[in-house]
Each structure stands twice: as structure tokens, then as C-alpha cells.
């Protein structure tokens, strides 16, 4: 969709340097598809100003592949969204929730990367034309034409084939689609599973005979055989990781990984992420929906817990097991090689391929390619890396992309590819908890116990150096359970370096000791033990101190490897001990329950290789603001300097639709202050007595749906507690339904449900329901009360963090040591280069601010999600009116807010409250299922 400016072309072509509009022609082609003749085409194909490429550009009369024709915010946010991904960088795009940010992300994006896939067929053309006016011209001998046109031939034979790979690649997608909707989706029958090809006249009886046969051997073999459990290297020091092994073969099964990567074609792609599953799926069905739906590559990522279709894997009880047993049942098909009954049945390399293409066909979210993988009897979790080479758009959760090891093992490459970060008001905090990891001494106690029996039974078998390894992870275990056992350790934080010393190992190589747990497969292999034996080798002792801690272990969990976890401790202490903490916490009651946390100071440290390898990286989320504090945590501490483009907007709805009131005194003149300390004691309860007669007058004046987010899960317990033994619950319920946020994520769906059903059918009397949600919690992000759903919302306190919290008193100690940027980081907005302004405040200080207004703002912005939408909006605490809190508000309602210059009178508010939803008395449609 982009074509050659007339005189830039003519002039390129004189000069020799451009195939002129022969090798546009092909661009001009494509505008058809949108309907556009290149006379209304709005894209310009521009020769680079170093004569190394060529240009995009959007003209100003541009026509955007859009579902409906879009407002000029979205038209906007596109256009700096282009023109970000053309000069690469960092772009920050700020848009409230319910503006169509994930929409204008799809059309922005993929309108680029389609037209810099036409910049490169036509830049290829260039580059053939170019060599056949060089070889026409005289006077050149036959040597130096040779030498001077050898690169220009080479590069026209590397584009030729990779245009071949690429219609292959289309034509196999194609075929594999048509099949199927022809109704002959390939079937496990019809390719060759555990060696069995199709036509194979085994009988159903056989079958069943020779699967009772194998089941027999497998029971014999393991009561007679423990060998399996065995750790047994030659050469502990100098192995390939095992797991990079592993990665390798099944990414390439039966040894033709590599010559299917070879013949891979180069796909330029979009690497999309968001915080939930919930999101990405809203972000696949908005993508399915738009003009881009039927024509991209999509695939979706995930863990094998959500796609794998093998229910005896499923059958296992954690994560980390499920793991394990599919990566058994690949190695035990790769040793059968081809022996009857090995391995999975859903997994080969003809399988995969086939659920690979069907994948790419269509736009598919987890869910359907579960659904997918169960009809065509193929593996989802492998199909859906094979299919990552080449999608056009990858689509997955957070911690696969800001995870590097985790990155790496799924094949998923940065290089000279896009980078979108939805949702990215908590980015810094994701990065951090992604990487953050706690043990407590009960996980070390049994880690070190399960250690040592196994060491026990197998030590008359084990090598020279796998019995060296095991003996120094005992003795770090033993080390750390003791520091923790100790009575003269107490509560406090340090760095990695203070605790080596305190517990004498800082002469240990934790690297060489990951290493051995990777190529050995230790954790894996005790935890098969244990499975096995445990019933024989548990000591009395161990049961114990089980029961004295505790039945559950809170930092385990039920069924999980404890040594495993102890791995990943040992991962996060390899982190520079300048970018991280420790926080050493001690039960005194019972210290089995202490536990060390990792804390990650610094997320930049993990986030500059994202930003070195990527073309472009956006970070894109409802409420970005602040902006230079983001941006100075972002890069100052990652020590990167890109490019950078801000981009922010306001929201689409009218002025008169949103009616935002700091309510500063309840109906009888008490002040709302719902600070810790003013929530303590006798004045408290007059706090909680006041927030129940202003709900009462809230529910009688809004009609429908009422949201109100509590600061916290404990305080809205507290809160209702007290309404009910006061009898102020039950004249609240007597006007609307009343329902509760369930802390189990299981339940909030059917909440949901109930809570737009009483909407929609309210009792007789009751003009509504009213729900009480939490800031932070499962209802305060990914979910959408638009419409009748959340005509009024209710903010009760400001949600500041509690500054006694550990973690928290290092990171603002951490923050307040580093040293402010004094040069403002240029940042391109529009056609203009602007400057962030440089903050003179302390970043501690502002990071607990911000801390506390992003989740305001995620709050409140859930109720206004289009143009037609309208809500109240109340911030219910006098705290509200200070300028430094007005200024952390979106601006589409910082604008518009009332009763922060002077309070307002309660008289006054349930007036405007009033008339606000008097002057929009319409027919209700029946309200929308909250989306996810």
C-alpha cells in the first residue's frame, strides 16, 4: 500500500540510483485493495537521505484501514504510530481506556509492516534494474563490470529466493486452510504416530494387547530399576546445557530442524504482549475483526498448561510436572526412533507442521487452538512455536518476552523486529516481579532433605564430579537454612555480596553450579525420586516439621520441586549485586516460615536488551503519566539512549459526558480522609458511618450499575463488617443488588454475570445493583463496565502503598541514591523535537506517588469505554483537591473535575449528580456482559 512520488522517482531513475515507477507499479497494485487509486494513495515510497533505502511517509489525506471511520485521536495515534515504527526507537503512546488503543495499535502497525514488505520488493526491484543499466553501459571492461555488478547479483539472487520461500511458505498456508474447509483436515491416522503409518492394518484388539504389554514392562521396570533417577555424566565441567540440547532437538525434531530453518523464509514481525490472557484474547478477537483479520499471520503463545491436549499430562498436578513429563514422553520417542507406543501421540514433526499451517490460516486465541489441536489430534504447544518463523504478528503474555532465558527457549527473536507493550502503565513493576523470587527455610529444609537421601541411596554410583555438585548444593543449602534458623539472624535486607559472606559461600561460581543443575537435570530427576520413594526415604523428622510449619508451605507450591525453586534463587542472585536486594524476613514463632526475597531494584537492567535488538519498541497503555519519571527509570538506570516518541491524547467522549467530583464531607458534614492513620479508632468508624449515608444517596440518585474500588481487600471487609452490625447494609441493599469482589479469580466471571443480570432485570424496588471492588484487585484492570455496567463510579482514598513494607523501604532508598539525569531527553511529538522536562523532586518520592495514581486511574477509567458512554465519577477523600494529586489524573478528567479548587457542599453534588443523569434519561438497551 505504498507507491513511488512521481518526481522522486524520475529523479532517482536519471540518477541510475531507482527502477523509477516500473518497480512501483506493483505498490500502485496493492492500493486496490482498499479501493484506492494511486491518485488518493496516501503513502510515499522516498528515497533515504544516505541513498541506503528508501523512505516511508504518510501523506495528510491519508485513508486508514479501519473497521468504521475513526476519530481524529485514532487517526492520530496511527499516524505517530507509523511514523515511530519507520524511524525506530522508543514511543511511548498514552491513550485512555475506551479511545480503541488496541485497535488503532492493529491498524497502525500492520499498515506499516505491509508497506515496508512493499518497500523491500521494491527496493529489490531497484536493485535488478540498477543492474541492468550498469551492464549496458560502455567502456567498461569485462573485469571491473564483473567485480562492480558480483554483489548487486548476489543480492538479487538472495531476494529471489526468498520470494520463492515466501510464496511456498503462503501456498503450503493456503492449501493446508482449503483443506480444511473442505472438510479433510489432516487427521493422526493419516501420518506416521509412534511409528504406525497410515493404512496400517493393526487391529483395535492389537492395539489395546500391545499398550497392556508396554504398561506391564513399565511396571516391572520400574520396581525392579531406579537407574532412570541416576544423575550420570562423564564430564560434569564441560557439557552442553542439557536443556539447550533439549530446546535444539525439539525445536528441530528428527533431525531436520535445521534444514527447515534454513529454508525459512525472513518474516518481518510484530511481537505483541499484554499482562493477561484475558487481554490478549480481546487483542486476537479485535485483530480477527479489523480489515487486517483475513490476511495476517497470527499466532498466540502460551504454556503448555493452557494448550496441551495429552490428558495423561494434564493429569499432573503442577505446572512444573506437566513440564517435565511432556519433555519425558519427546525423549522418550526420540530414543524409540519410531518403535510403536513412544512418546505422544499428538506430537511429530508431520504433525506439528500440519497444525502449523492451520494455525496461520486463521486468527486463533488459545482457546481455539486447543480446540484445533483436539480435532486435527496435533500438539498445540509445539505447532504453535513452528509457527512463530512465520507469523506476521506473535502474540503472547509478558513474561515470555521480558524473560530473556525464557525468550530464548521459545525461539522468539528481537532482531530487526516490533516490540508493542499494551498495558504498560505497570511495565517497571511487571519487570520486577517477573524477576523477583522468595524461598523460605521450610522449602530449603526439604530441598536439602530429599538432596541427601537421594545422595544416600546412589552414592556408591555416582561419578567423581556429579558427586562433587551434589555435595555443593547440599552445602548451600545446608548454608542458608542455617541463616535463616538462626537465632541471632533478625529481620532485615542486604545485598547479595553481605549475605555470601555472612553465610561463608562468596567462593562459590554460582554459574558453574547452574550450570551442572541444567546439564544434569538434578531437580527434575529428585523430584521423579521423591515421587517414587518418598514414602520409604521421608523421615520421621522431616513429617514433623511439616506439621509444626504448617500443612501447605505458603512459598511452594503443593507437588513442586522445592530443589527447583532453590535453582531459581540461585538464578536471581547471579543478577549484579548492585541492581538487586534482599530482604531476609524472620518468623519468630515459627522459622520455618523465614524466607529470603529477591527483590530487582533496577527492571531497566533487564529491559536494555529488548531495546538494542528490537527495530522499534512501544509502550502503550491507558495512563503512561508521568512520562519523564518513566522514561528516567526506563533509561537512565539501562544506560540506553534511543530515539523517542511521546505520544498523548485526550479521550473521545464529550465534555458533558463524564461529571468528575472530589466529595470532600459526607451528608452530615464529616470529612472524608481515609489515610491510615485517620481510619484507627472512634473516628474511624464515623469515617465508615459517613461513606454509608453517602452511599445511600449515591444508590438513590444513579441509576443502574455502581462501582466502588476500597484501597484494599482488608478495608472493605472492615468496612462492610461494620455497615451490617450498624444496620446500614441493609438499607443500602434495599435500593440496589449488592455484590462483593471474590478474592478467588475463579469466581469473578460468575460475579460478573450475576451483577449485569441484576442490571438487567432489576428487582422490584431496586433500580440497579452496586459492587464493591478493590484498587489493584481483579476487577480494577482488563474489565470493562461500560454503559449501564458502571454509570457511576466511586473512589474511596487514595491506595498508597504501605511505606513499613520492606520491599517497598528499598526501593525508595534504592531510588533515592541514584543520581538524577541533568540533560532532559529529547523526544520527538509530531512534527516537533521537544525536550522532557527534567523533575527537580526526589524519584522516591515521585514513585510512591506514582505508585499510588496509576492504580486510581486504571480504576476510574473502567467505567467510559466509547464515544456514546457517560459516568460520575467520585473521589471520595479531601486528598483529592492537593495540586500534586490533580496533576497525576488523566487529563480528560483533570480538566473537567469540580470541587477541588473549593469543596463543594454535599447539597450541591447530589444535585449535580442528579441532573447530570436527568438530562440523559433515554430508553435502556440492556447491558452488555462485562469483556475481559
Known amino acids: 500500500t505504498a507507491m513511488c512520488d512521481p518526481q522522486q522517482a524520475q529523479r532517482a531513475a536519471d540518477s541510475g540510483a531507482c527502477g523509477g515507477c516500473v518497480g512501483a507499479a506493483r505498490l500502485v497494485e496493492s492500493c486496490c485493495r482498499h479501493g484506492k487509486g494511486p491518485e488518493n494513495d496516501a503513502h510515499a515510497v522516498l528515497p533515504s537521505e544516505d541513498g541506503g533505502g528508501l523512505d516511508l511517509q504518510l501523506k495528510a489525506e491519508h485513508v486508514w484501514a479501519f473497521p468504521y471511520p475513526p476519530y481524529d485521536i485514532q487517526r492520530n495515534f496511527m499516524a505517530e504510530l507509523y511514523a515511530t515504527l519507520e524511524r525506530g526507537g522508543l514511543g511511548i503512546f498514552e491513550s485512555p481506556t475506551g479511545t480503541g488503543k488496541s485497535l488503532s495499535l492493529i491498524c497502525g502497525a500492520l499498515t506499516w509492516l505491509r508497506d515496508n514488505e512493499a518497500r523491500q520488493e521494491l527496493f529489490a526491484s531497484n536493485v535488478e534494474r540498477q543492474l541492468q543499466i550498469d551492464e549496458a553501459k560502455p567502456g567498461l571492461d569485462w573485469v571491473t563490470s564483473f567485480m562492480e555488478s558480483q554483489a548487486k547479483r548476489d543480492a538479487i539472487e538472495a531476494r529471489n529466493k526468498e520470494r520463492l520461500r515466501i510464496q511456498a511458505m503462503r501456498k503450503r498456508i493456503a492449501d493446508a486452510r482449503a483443506a480444511r474447509e473442505a472438510g479433510n483436515a489432516p487427521k493422526r491416522s493419516r501420518f506416521s504416530v509412534g511409528g504406525l503409518q497410515h493404512g496400517s492394518s493393526l487391529s483395535k484388539t492389537e492395539d489395546v494387547i500391545r499398550d497392556a504389554e508396554h504398561a506391564l514392562a513399565d511396571v516391572k521396570r520400574a520396581k525392579d530399576d531406579d537407574s532412570e533417577f541416576l544423575v550420570n555424566i562423564d564430564d560434569a565441567d564441560n557439557v552442553e546445557s542439557e536443556a539447550e540440547r533439549a530446546i535444539k532437538a525439539l525445536m528441530q525434531p528428527d533431525g531436520t530442524g535445521a534444514k527447515e530453518e534454513e529454508n525459512e523464509p525472513h518474516v518481518q514481525k510484530i511481537l505483541f504482549c499484554s499482562r493477561t490472557h484475558s487481554q490478549l484474547a480481546q487483542f486476537v478477537r479485535e485483530l480477527k475483526s479489523s480489515p487486517f483479520g483475513a490476511t495476517t499471520r497470527v499466532v498466540s503463545l502460551a504454556s503448555r498448561q493452557s494448550l496441551c491436549i495429552n490428558d495423561k499430562v494434564l493429569q499432573s498436578k503442577s505446572l512444573q510436572q506437566i513440564n517435565d513429563k511432556c519433555l519425558d514422553l519427546q525423549k522418550e520417542k526420540s530414543e524409540a526412533k519410531g518403535k510403536s ?186 523430584l521423579g525420586f521423591v515421587d517414587k520413594f518418598v514414602p520409604v526415604v521421608v523421615s520421621t523428622a522431616s513429617a514433623s516439621a511439616a506439621a509444626d510449619s504448617a500443612s501447605s508451605d505458603d512459598f511452594v507450591a503443593k507437588n513442586s520441586s522445592p530443589l527447583r525453586h532453590f535453582e531459581s534463587f540461585l538464578h536471581a542472585l547471579t543478577n549484579p549485586s548492585q541492581d538487586g536486594r534482599l530482604v531476609i524476613t524472620v518468623d519468630g514463632k515459627n522459622r520455618l516460615k523465614s524466607f529470603y526475597k529477591f527483590l530487582l531494584l533496577n527492571p531497566a537492567s533487564h529491559f536494555v536488551d529488548v531495546l538494542a535488538e528490537a527495530r522499534a519498541v512501544i509502550v502503550a497503555g491507558g495512563t503512561m503519566s508521568p512520562i519523564p519519571a518513566f522514561v528516567e527509570q526506563l533509561l537512565v538506570a539501562g544506560a540506553v539512549h534511543p530515539k523517542i516518541t511521546v505520544f498523548s491524547c485526550g479521550h473521545i467522549i464529550p465534555p458533558e459526558n463524564v461529571l468528575p467530583l472530589v466529595v470532600s464531607a459526607g451528608p452530615s458534614g464529616q470529612t472524608f480522609n481515609f489515610s491510615f492513620e485517620k481510619r484507627r479508632g472512634e473516628d474511624g468508624q464515623k469515617l465508615i458511618a459517613e461513606l454509608g449515608r453517602l452511599l445511600m444517596n449515591v444508590c438513590n440518585a444513579v441509576p443502574d450499575g455502581v462501582v466502588v474500588f476500597f484501597p484494599s481487600y482488608a478495608y472493605m471487609d472492615e468496612v462492610i463488617e461494620a455497615w451490617i452490625r450498624a444496620a446500614t447494609w441493609e438499607p443500602i441493599g434495599r435500593k440496589k443488588h449488592v455484590f462483593r469482589e471474590p478474592r478467588d479469580s475463579g469466581q469473578v466471571d460468575k460475579v460478573l454475570q450475576q451483577y449485569a443480570e441484576a442490571i438487567e432485570k432489576p428487582e422490584p424496588g431496586k433500580t440497579g445493583a452496586l459492587l464493591f471492588s478493590v484498587v489493584g484487585g481483579k476487577m480494577s484492570e482488563g474489565i470493562n463496565f461500560k454503559d449501564r455496567m458502571g454509570r457511576c463510579v466511586v473512589m474511596v482514598g487514595l491506595p498508597y502503598a504501605n511505606k513499613q513494607s520492606p520491599e517497598l523501604i528499598e526501593k525508595m532508598r534504592y531510588l533515592k541514591q541514584q543520581v538524577r539525569s541533568r540533560e532532559a531527553y529529547e523526544y520527538i511529538q509530531g512534527s516537533q523535537k521537544l525536550a522532557l522536562p527534567v523533575s527537580t523532586g526526589n524519584l522516591d518520592q515521585e514513585y510512591y506517588q506514582n505508585l499510588c495514581m496509576r492504580a486510581v486511574n486504571q480504576s476510574i477509567g473502567r467505567a467510559i469505554r466509547h464515544r456514546g458512554d457517560y459516568a460520575a465519577i467520585l473521589l471520595v477523600d479531601e486528598r483529592f483537591r492537593q495540586q500534586s494529586v490533580v496533576s497525576c489524573l488523566p487529563k480528560w478528567i483533570g480538566g473537567r473535575l469540580q470541587g477541588h479548587t473549593e469543596p463543594l457542599p454535599f447539597g450541591t453534588i447530589v444535585r449535580e449528580i442528579g441532573q447530570f443523569f436527568a438530562s440523559r434519561r433515554t430508553p435502556k438497551p440492556a447491558p452488555p456482559a462485562a469483556a475481559t
Do not use: W
Not at 363 to 377: F, K, S, T
Not at 446 to 472: D, G, M, P
Open 341 to 526: 507406543g513412544k512418546g505422544c501421540p499428538f506430537y511429530s514433526e508431520d504433525l506439528t507442521s500440519k497444525f502449523r499451517d492451520l494455525a496461520l490460516g486463521e486468527v486463533h486465541d488459545v482457546e481455539e487452538l486447543v480446540v484445533l489441536g483436539r480435532n486435527v489430534e496435533a500438539c498445540p504447544y509445539y505447532g504453535t512455536r513452528r509457527a512463530i518463523a512465520d507469523a506476521q504478528v506473535v502474540v503472547m503474555p509478558y513474561n515470555l518476552l521480558l524473560h530473556k532465558s525464557t525468550r530464548e527457549s521459545c525461539g522468539i527473536k528481537l532482531k530487526d523486529n516490533i516490540v508493542i507493550v499494551d498495558e504498560a502503565h505497570n511495565l517497571l513493576e511487571t519487570i520486577e516481579s517477573v524477576h523477583a523470587v522468595e524461598i523460605s527455610a521450610m522449602t530449603l529444609l526439604r530441598a536439602h532433605q530429599q538432596l541427601e537421601q537421594y545422595e544416600k541411596k546412589y552414592k556408591t554410583r555416582l561419578r567423581a564430579s556429579n558427586a562433587r555438585y551434589v555435595s555443593i548444593i547440599l552445602s548451600l543449602l545446608n548454608a542458608f537454612y542455617k541463616h535463616l534458623m538462626n537465632p541471632t539472624t533478625v529481620s532485615t535486607m542486604c545485598n547479595v555480596t553481605e549475605l555470601l559472606v555472612t553465610i561463608g559461600k562468596d567462593n562459590i561460581n554460582f554459574f558453574e553450579v547452574l550450570a551442572y543443575c541444567e546439564t544434569s537435570q538434578i531437580s527434575k530427576k529428585l
